[in-house]
């Protein structure tokens, strides 16, 4: 069975399913939607059983040509990296669907379609195995999110979503050109021509290119991420659009960018890469300092904690440039955490703003009493963001912090600003909202309590945090050889001692494969570089 | 003498001819659509008669015409979006009572496109060129009891009489230079004699015909009277000039640069790239500010012309490969952008401005949902045919050192998302309540028909690019065959 193609292809079955549902039948539009996301869930997990765990390559590829004179092709698999990100997705995609189905806003079921679509784009970002294909992916994902906003968001939603395209937009046609760049540099030192991540690897770009192509390709994903100061269309975005879909944002769309890193930056341009390690550290620990200042004073839950996903984006890039395997397999480790505390972040700011009818902080207090189930669950939230030891979030920032320790100390002792400012911004938050005097509510509170609906979406995402907080292995066993073999090249690029390399870099074109003279430049990829 | 190779040409001149005749018998009743049937049936024939010559380069008139694989298949794509403006005008042709001219007109003006893109020779380009003007001229102008649409048609002709003068002043350069007006025998001038090249006399030539042809294409800086004709001609005339003509200039593009005067190539290279530059920064930070529907699509026109002359300027054989698909393209995302035009403005007045949109596609989900296909497309969304396009384009770009081409190309597009996505917003917005009570017409068959079968084939072009971008290649081999 093509299981990571069926992977791709049943939320946009489902989402184009959607469109003949009319807008009147919301039941028949949740019935799709969420058949839709669960059956997508279901082929997710069978991906994870099926996973071989001792390889470090793309495995379960199904390969199709699509435009095969110019070496397009429907290339999709996992790794070791892509498993975890794709069962995010579909965990939260299926809580996100959850929660949008039981308060479902009008013209409910192009809501529910639109959301499917954003899934079918990240989904397939996160297994595209050809540099086309993921730009493909990359824009798709971002169509349904703008629409999403823009339909459905608050009052400034025209600007917000404009804004959000075209950051955007600039950083991804800018890819575009790269990755034809990268194909022809690469045709040109290898003799094949082929965008093909897996038969890009190794290529010997001279420095100065492989520094551009790097560039080309970190605009695009510092945009999505958003890294310092690439972030100008994050406030407007998070606080304009439907709170379910800025959990999605926060929560998915982010990792496409550190994703893209892992996948694409630093494994094809290691040149690059080494030469901007410092510019891009510098920028990830500005906007660690810069995120969790502007998170301490922020006006509203939402604001928070899309500040907050800032500073600890920086961290998981900053993991990833260090070029060292602990810090990056935390980045890894600490994507899915990120992942499940933001969009269990933003559950709770739902629940907080429907019930109180605010967003602002300063106008909650002491919500606590007539709302202990809430309590627990918004105090275990705020300590997994916090990553207070024994939380999730915490084992991913503990070999972060060490990777990077171990290379350079100075960017760890900044970096460890962001983890005091975290204590006290969302101590803030939940200080203020949950204790203190009563301020802003009604009833006491009672109307901010969980309910069954709401207990269903946190429920799920508070188990995981605590499985990966008692059992970390389960998630670095299954990543490590997909990390090792990401970064390695990076690594020798930089210098580093070989006991800390963990994977073996082979050249491409490998001496056996070199071009005869005469041999056709163009064509289809031949045999891939890789054994 | 080999004759058949203009068949295409005798079937479209006749089927005009037959059409004019019949505008001045008195028709009544069913016969009343005879003069567009003519038509209509004139353009199929003229589409079998292509399928039936496809193959190796055929000539007649001694080369002044050609048929292979280029020009067939740019008539092709000329006779579909006659074929469209046709069905687009079929309810309420612009000129009513004036059927009979109004389609002799169409099928003129694109019997001088496909003279264009079939012309072995100078001197027969040119006749194409001043039929498809003169045609459209009139064309523009057909709905003369509107202020409007006389003005576009007085503008379109001064512009465009200027236009032909610099082109035609270019060509007796270049027929000054090498001695003959043959396409073939001009490249073998150029290639044989080296010297040739970079000698001001040439220079000059080619500078002027760039512009002649860039006044065609709407290029920047010759594009000034295209918002203001596309705006006041009549809907369906203007998707025919965004598309027929624009169809047709670049395929003169792509013989006299690429193919012609391939080896005057340095001479040329840097010239049509800037132009391809300035036009997609100038047309899509122009269309930004637009209210009018048709006036952005106008600037959006400049802006694809942007594109489609990178093409051009690489001078390879992917660059006009690049070119030949993404003119298919444009041509059915423009086309079912216009049709949504037409649709609209059926039913209110000022049914050009895009505010008229509001909310459109909730009460027309498939109207609506052919527009936003199309706007996509045009921004170059992936997997639209417009990104594959845009793709190859850029792809051709780099291929031939000209990355920084590219890379403008690339922030431009950038740039023009901002107006595509607008128009896709504004349809599924919703409708203001102080709005008034409007007349809701059914969508005439034809115009949706047009909406329907281009937005399918916006997707379906991406999803089936590989045999499609064969065909273009065929076609590009022949250009730059001998």
């Given at each position: 069975m093509p299981w990571v193609s069926l992977l791709i292809l049943v939320p946009l079955a489902a989402a184009l399913a959607l469109v003949f549902v009319p807008q009147e039948d919301r039941r028949r539009a949740r019935l799709v939607a969420l058949s839709g996301a669960g059956l997508t869930l279901v082929i997710s997990i069978v991906i994870l059983v099926m996973f071989d765990r001792s390889s470090g390559v793309m495995q379960m590829t199904d390969h199709l040509d699509w435009i095969s004179s110019v070496g397009l092709a429907w290339d999709v698999g996992v790794d070791g990296i892509s498993i975890w990100l794709v069962l995010l997705s579909t965990v939260i995609f299926s809580l996100g669907i959850i929660a949008a189905c039981h308060r479902l806003p009008e013209r409910g079921s192009a809501f529910l379609s639109l959301l499917l679509l954003s899934e079918v784009g990240l989904l397939g970002l996160f297994t595209s195995g050809d540099l086309v294909l993921f730009y493909v992916f990359w824009e798709f994902m971002l169509v349904p999110f703008a629409f999403l906003i823009w339909m459905w968001g608050g009052s400034e939603r025209k600007r917000a979503g404009f804004t959000f395209v075209v950051y955007t937009m600039v950083g991804s046609l800018i890819m575009l050109v790269t990755i034809v760049s990268t194909a022809i540099l690469a045709r040109d030192a290898t003799g094949q021509f082929t965008f093909q991540i897996q038969d890009l690897r190794g290529v010997p770009f001279s420095s100065t290119a492989s520094t551009l192509l790097f560039a080309g390709f970190v605009l695009a994903f510092a945009i999505k991420l958003p890294l310092w100061p690439f972030h100008g269309w994050l406030p407007m975005a998070y606080t304009q659009a439907p709170i379910v879909v800025a959990g999605l944002l926060a929560a998915l769309m982010s990792k496409a960018g550190v994703y893209g890193l892992m996948r694409v930056g630093v494994p094809l341009f290691p040149e690059g890469a080494k030469n901007l390690m410092i510019p891009i550290a510098i920028l990830a620990l500005i906007g660690i300092v810069y995120g969790s200042l502007l998170a301490w004073r922020a006006a509203t839950m939402r604001l928070l904690v899309g500040y907050s996903s800032l500073a600890h984006l920086g961290f998981i890039v900053l993991g990833i440039m260090v070029f060292d395997p602990m810090g990056a397999q935390g980045s890894v480790l600490q994507m899915i955490n990120h992942g499940i505390v933001v969009a269990a972040a933003f559950a709770i700011v739902m629940v907080l703003a429907r019930g109180s009818?605010?967003?602002?902080?300063?106008?909650?207090?002491?919500l606590a009493k007539g709302a202990p189930r809430m309590a627990v669950a918004f105090l275990i939230v705020t300590m997994a963001a916090l990553a207070i030891p024994g939380s999730n979030a915490f084992v991913g920032e503990f070999f972060i912090l060490a990777g990077v320790f171990r290379q350079y100390a100075w960017m760890a002792v900044i970096a460890m600003l962001g983890v005091i400012f975290a204590a006290v911004y969302m101590l803030r938050m939940y200080q203020t909202i949950m204790n203190g005097p009563l301020r802003g509510a009604r009833e006491g509170g009672r109307e901010v309590e969980l309910t069954r609906a709401d207990a269903i979406v946190l429920v799920p995402m508070l188990a995981l945090m605590f499985w990966i907080a008692i059992w970390p292995a389960s998630l670095v066993g299954g990543s490590s050889r997909s990390v090792d073999r990401a970064i390695a090249p990076a690594q020798i690029a930089a210098g580093r001692p070989p006991a800390q390399i963990a994977a073996q870099v082979i050249p491409n074109p490998p001496p056996s494969h070199l071009p005869l003279p005469g041999d056709e430049p163009s064509g289809q990829a031949a045999p891939g570089a890789q054994p | 003498m080999n004759a058949v190779a203009g068949l295409p040409l005798y079937i479209m001149s006749a089927a005009a001819v037959v059409a004019l005749v019949l505008s001045v018998v008195p028709l009544k009743g069913m016969l009343r659509r005879l003069p567009e049937v003519t038509g209509v049936v004139g353009i199929l024939l003229t589409l079998i008669m292509t399928v039936a010559l496809w193959g190796d380069r055929q000539e007649a008139f001694h080369g002044n015409i050609r048929a292979d694989r280029l020009s067939l298949l740019l008539t092709w794509v000329i006779m579909l979006s006659a074929l469209g403006t046709l069905a687009l005008s079929w309810r309420e042709p612009a000129g009513t009572g004036r059927r009979g001219e109004y389609t002799a007109l169409v099928l003129l003006a694109a019997t001088g496109m496909m003279l264009v893109v079939t012309s072995g020779d100078l001197i027969v380009l040119f006749l194409g060129i001043e039929l498809l003007s003169v045609s459209l001229y009139v064309l523009c102008a057909i709905?003369?009891?509107r202020e409007r649409s006389l003005e576009a048609g007085l503008k379109y002709l001064i512009t465009g009489a200027i236009g032909t003068a610099v082109l035609i002043y270019g060509f007796a350069l270049l027929y000054g230079m090498t001695g003959t007006t043959s396409f073939s025998g001009i490249g073998e001038r150029l290639s044989e004699a080296g010297p040739l090249t970079s000698q001001p006399l040439l220079v000059a030539a080619i500078a002027l015909i760039v512009v002649g042809l860039g006044f065609k294409a709407s290029a920047v800086p010759f594009h000034m009277w295209t918002p203001d004709v596309y705006e006041g001609a009549p809907t369906p005339i203007t998707a025919f000039m965004a598309t027929g003509t624009k169809v047709a200039a670049i395929g003169a593009f792509l013989l006299v640069?690429?193919?012609?005067?391939q080896g005057a190539e340095p001479d040329w290279r840097v010239l049509i790239g800037s132009i391809a530059a300035i036009t997609m920064v100038v047309g899509n930070v122009g269309a930004l500010l637009q209210t009018s529907i048709t006036r952005m699509l106008a600037y959006s026109g400049i802006a694809q012309a942007g594109y489609l002359l990178i093409g051009v300027a690489v001078g390879t054989l992917k660059g006009a490969e690049a070119l030949l698909y993404y003119l298919i393209a444009y041509l059915v995302m423009t086309m079912a952008a216009f049709a949504v035009v037409v649709i609209r403005e059926r039913e209110v007045?000022?049914?050009?401005?895009?505010?008229?949109?509001?909310?459109y596609g909730r009460r027309h989900p498939w109207v609506g949902l052919v527009m936003t296909i199309a706007m996509l497309s045009l921004a170059g969304f992936p997997p639209l045919s417009g990104f594959i396009g845009k793709f190859l384009l850029f792809g051709a770009a780099v291929d031939a050192d000209m990355t920084w081409l590219a890379i403008v190309g690339a922030v431009a597009s950038a740039v023009s998302v901002v107006y595509y996505l607008r128009v896709a917003v504004v349809m599924w917005s919703p409708v203001p309540d102080a709005a008034r009570p409007e007349k809701v017409l059914r969508v005439p068959g034809a115009v949706a028909g047009v909406a329907i079968t281009c937005g399918v084939a916006v997707v379906g072009l991406a999803i089936w690019a590989s045999p499609v971008l064969d065909l273009c290649r065929g076609a590009a081999e022949t250009l730059l065959a001998p």
């Open positions: 009818g605010t967003e602002d902080i300063d106008r909650l207090g002491g | 709905e003369a009891w640069f690429t193919g012609a005067t007045e000022d049914g050009d401005s895009i505010s008229s949109f509001t909310g």
